[in-house]
């Protein structure tokens, strides 16, 4: 099950012979559709440093990010 789309994709990773079925998307449409379900994004960790992301930072070498948000 591969598919790729405007802003995300979804795609069997290679781990756990591509028994594992990821979403890969980006900071910023992560963010559109945390807005579009009725939360406000209050920040994006990196999850190796556990450090804050900003907008408009390379994300590629962060495996994952952690939002948090709450409702509006």
Known sequence: MNETHEGWSVMNAGAHGFSIVCVYTTMAEQKRQIREAGF?????????????????????????????????
């Open 40 to 72: 406000e994004c209050e920040a994006v960790f990196d999850n190796a440093r556990g450090q804050r992301v900003q907008d408009g930072v390379d994300t590629r070498d962060m495996w994952w990010l952690h939002y948090v948000a709450r409702k509006i």
